[in-house]
């Protein structure tokens, strides 16, 4: 059965800092991966999708990598600043259930 | 961009209510979920749906029902409200086609009360 681990599941910097938020799944049979954003009281806000043939995805200043291979993913914030502070989730699409499987996040604070 | 719209921010029900939460997206998509998001049990799905009056069970459908009438419409229905469904009710959607290129779009969420 797969399973998605998201540790820490929280972290504070300083703003400034380049930071690696970290997804490990059990399972190497996914279609793709997700990572998304969440504000407090608020949905979840897409960030990248990798599909399982590729091993990088970029947006700005965020750059999200996957190794199969080891069940790993990393979101990469570049220069991060008080409104990365957020939730980050990671979901895999398992391709052996076909189910879309959430971690439980990563609570972000980039401290001023 | 994707819109995905959920008709309340907040609900307050009363134990034993019919609650009825309703989600719209706007891009055609085939795919539409009901998840629910409590402190330390992450997302749960509750109910999907791959086209118009289908559905499909997801992990905790009890005490759930769900309509599909039209394509771009997806209601989740709490036939009689109970506080142990008190809980924030996220709507999503997405494309069906190469499964490896599905990406989820979500609504913003509700956050339902049950007293």
């Known amino acids: 059965k797969q399973e998605v681990t998201q540790i820490p599941a929280a972290l504070s910097v300083p703003e400034g800092e380049n930071l690696v938020l970290n997804c490990s799944f059990t399972?190497?049979?996914?279609?793709?991966l997700q990572w998304f954003r969440q504000d407090p009281g608020k949905g979840l806000t897409s960030l990248l999708l990798?599909?399982?043939?590729?091993r990088e995805q970029t947006s700005g200043r965020l750059n999200a990598s996957l190794d199969k291979s080891s069940g790993r993913s990393t979101l990469y914030i570049a220069a991060s600043q008080p409104g990365d502070s957020a939730t980050y989730l990671c979901?895999?699409?398992?391709?052996?259930?076909?189910?879309?499987?959430f971690g439980s996040g990563t609570r972000l604070s980039i401290r001023p | 961009d994707v819109k995905v719209t959920q008709s309340s921010r907040y609900l307050v029900k009363r134990t034993g209510e019919k609650v009825f939460l309703e989600c719209v997206q706007d891009?055609?998509?085939?795919?539409m979920f009901w998840y629910r998001q409590d402190p330390g049990l992450g997302l749960r799905l509750i109910y999907f749906?791959?086209?118009?009056?289908?559905?499909e069970k997801g992990d905790i459908p009890e005490g759930y029902s769900v309509s599909r009438e039209k394509k771009e419409r997806f209601s989740l229905i709490l036939e009689s409200a109970s506080t142990n469904q008190t809980s924030m009710y996220l709507c999503?959607?997405?494309?069906?086609?190469?499964?490896?290129?599905?990406?989820?779009?979500f609504g913003s969420g509700t956050q339902l009360s049950v007293l």
């Open positions: 999503a959607s997405s494309t069906r086609g190469q499964a490896t290129n599905e990406k989820l779009f």
């Open positions: 399972d190497s049979a996914i279609y793709n």
């Open positions: 990798i599909q399982s043939s590729q």
């Open positions: 979901a895999v699409k398992d391709s052996s259930a076909s189910k879309i499987i």
């Open positions: 891009m055609d998509h085939e795919n």
């Open positions: 749906s791959y086209d118009v009056k289908m559905k």
